[in-house]
């Protein structure tokens, strides 16, 4: 019973450390996703934040004000396949931390189920070790 107690130990370790990769992994992704979508913010920001100064301008400066919007506008729009991609792949990792975590409980319970039989074994063990006394009633004697 020990060594199927053992083995199931060290399944239940073994499926915390991978619940912690996982964990970590979908961790990681959601902090891609939401740097992504804080960039996309920041672009959207900056090109609302565009304005030509009062009075007289040039055509010089608002050409270049104009330039600048556009290239903004496209690293903006060029994100968004970025930004869904991440999302995809964050969804993806959660799904496999869910499955680790699932795994780990499993082999947590498992583990438990091992542990009852090997103490219920032993005590098994030792109610066989010894020979019950007789009881003695009142009035006999030895």
């Known amino acids: 019973m ?22 970590s992994r979908a961790a990681e992704a959601a902090g891609r996703v939401q740097m992504l979508e804080s960039n996309v913010e920041r672009l959207s920001r900056i090109r609302g934040e565009l304005r030509p100064a009062s009075g007289e301008t040039s055509g010089a ?22 930004v869904e ?27 438990r189920a091992a542990l009852t039989l090997a103490e219920a074994a032993a005590e098994r063990r030792l109610g066989v070790g010894r020979r019950p006394q007789p009881r003695l009633t009142e009035g006999e004697q030895e």
């Open 2 to 23: 020990s060594a199927l107690l053992n083995q199931r130990a060290r399944i239940s370790r073994v499926r915390r450390i991978q619940h912690g990769l996982a964990a």
């Open 61 to 82: 400066a608002l050409a270049r004000m104009g330039e600048l919007a556009m290239r903004l506008d496209q690293a903006r729009f060029g994100l968004a396949p970025t």
């Open 85 to 111: 991609n991440a999302r995809a792949v964050a969804a993806t990792r959660e799904n496999e931390r869910r499955g680790a975590r699932r795994d780990q409980e499993s082999a947590e319970k498992l583990e």
